[in-house]
């Protein structure tokens, strides 16, 4: 059975720091790896999605590496800013189920 | 493109009452998911639907909870007689058919609260 662990499980930084999040998943058998964000209240809005044969993805600010083979992510975040603030959510898609796996979330906060 | 809609968006109810939410998915998405996220963790897919039929409800309790997808587009996740521990967002999400790709795109969810 697939678990996905997320460390630390709430993160408190000053504004202007790069910080990094954690997610590590026990089955390598896996499609892609997806970074949510989400706002209090909110839906899921999709940051990166690596594929299982790529190592790592890049937007803005966000960089997000795999390593299929020792069940880890990570989510680098640069320059932090307030509006950075949210609780970020890492997810596997199992292959031949697809079906999404999520960790529980780490709850970030940047603080001005 | 429009996004994933989902009605309503807030709903309060007491215990051993029934409650129903419905989802629109991007158009042209074959694939439909039902997500329970409880406060503090991460969602958890209740049932799984692909065009008109049910890949996965093994996570679904199929005592109180029931889902269909009429058509193969909208989808309807009822809960009868709901439960205190049924307070959680019911997130709806959808995705193409992509062979090794299946991005899913999530609504904005129903947050349930159960007195």
């Known amino acids: 059975k697939q678990e996905v662990t997320q460390i630390p499980a709430a993160l408190s930084v000053p504004e202007g720091e790069n910080l990094v999040l954690n997610c590590s998943f026990t089955d390598s058998a896996i499609y892609n790896l997806q970074w949510f964000r989400q706002d209090p209240g909110k839906g899921l809005t999709s940051l990166l999605l690596?594929?299982?044969?790529?190592r790592e993805q890049t937007s803005g600010r966000l960089n997000a590496s795999l390593d299929k083979s020792s069940g880890r992510s990570t989510l680098y975040i640069a320059a932090s800013q307030p509006g950075d603030s949210a609780t970020y959510l890492c997810?596997?898609?199992?292959?031949?189920?697809?079906?999404?796996?999520f960790g529980q979330g780490t709850r970030l906060t940047i603080n001005p | 493109e429009a996004g994933v809609a989902q009605s309503p968006r807030y709903k309060i109810i007491e215990k051993r009452q029934s409650v129903a939410f419905w989802c629109n998915p991007i158009s042209g998405h074959a694939t439909l998911y039902w997500y329970q996220q409880i406060l503090g963790q991460g969602p958890k897919l209740l049932i799984q639907?692909?065009?008109?039929?049910?890949?996965?409800d093994s996570q679904l309790p199929k005592d109180r909870f029931s889902a269909e997808r009429l058509k193969g587009v909208d989808s309807t996740l009822k809960i009868q007689p709901a439960k205190l521990e049924d307070s959680a967002v019911y997130l709806c999400?959808?995705?193409?058919?992509?062979?090794?790709?299946?991005?899913?795109?999530f609504g904005p969810g129903t947050r349930l609260t159960v007195t």
């Open positions: 999400a959808s995705s193409l058919d992509r062979p090794n790709y299946y991005e899913q795109y």
């Open positions: 690596i594929q299982s044969s790529q």
């Open positions: 639907f692909q065009n008109n039929g049910v890949v996965d």
């Open positions: 997810a596997v898609l199992i292959q031949g189920a697809q079906k999404l796996v």
